[in-house]
């Protein structure tokens, strides 16, 4: 589980972005790192028994940098207020577009996720063709017997505001065919991280979300063949 101290450590360096705080703080964030490292050791543990591919999978591998790359961005502040991770048999490391299990850790903002997020534009193409060729399916996989938390795929407000060229306005898909991003998300409570059983409840919304994972994964490898 995340405990409170990996949580508050969070909440200040969310205050006190800079490099000398920081390295004031180094080892309040080292023990916070191997917290999270910790319930990733676990989690994967938990997610490789329905997904084998992330049994030997190093959970450092799977952590991103908490320093922030400033060099394009107008917010300069040099760290990320948050903890990610990209559980994926590559780690951070996997190709833009391949779909992954991720966990957000930040205070009143975590969240689990699947799919992917701002894949490259041929693999948008790729994800799009697949989901208006194979609507039935899609639909289907959104719409389990026993789905988790989520309502549908997570929209936000980057998506496009017509159908692409190539795909009818009036098929039933089009309206998914507009966005830019393809995951489910489901938001976790601050007391949600730190119960004993995040680890197990992170592992179930994972394999309730894990046909969607497939869909995109079989998208992408059949239009690469």
């Known amino acids: 589980m995340i405990t409170s101290s990996t ?21 309040e964030y080292a023990v916070a790192k191997q917290n999270v490292l910790d319930t990733a050791q676990a989690l994967t543990a938990e997610i490789s028994c329905f997904d084998p ?3 030997h ?3 450092k591998r799977c952590l991103f940098r908490i320093a922030r790359d400033t060099r394009f961005s107008h917010d300069k502040s040099p760290y990320k207020p948050n903890f990610g991770l990209l559980l994926h048999t590559l780690g951070t490391k996997a190709k833009a577009g391949a779909p992954g299990y991720y966990f957000h850790i930040q205070p009143n903002e975590s969240f689990v996720s699947c799919g992917v997020y701002c894949p490259p534009p041929d693999i948008l193409r ?6 208006y060729d194979n609507w039935e399916e899609f639909d289907a996989i959104l719409h389990p017997p026993h789905k988790a938390a989520w309502d549908g795929l997570y929209r936000d407000n980057d998506a496009l505001q017509r159908v692409p060229p190539g795909f009818s306005k009036e098929h039933p898909s089009a309206s998914f065919l507009m966005l830019k991003h393809f995951y489910l998300l489901v ?3 601050d007391s949600a991280l730190q119960s004993p059983d995040i680890v197990k409840k992170a592992a179930g919304y994972y394999q309730t979300m894990l046909p969607f994972n497939r869909f995109i994964e079989e998208a992408i490898k059949g239009g690469a063949d």
């Open 7 to 27: 949580l508050q450590f969070l909440k200040d360096l969310a205050q006190n972005n800079d490099r000398e705080w920081f390295h004031t703080h180094a080892h």
């Open 53 to 55: 591919s992330l049994s």
């Open 57 to 59: 999978v190093d959970p």
């Open 126 to 131: 790729i994800v799009r063709k697949s989901i």
């Open 187 to 189: 938001p976790l409570s």
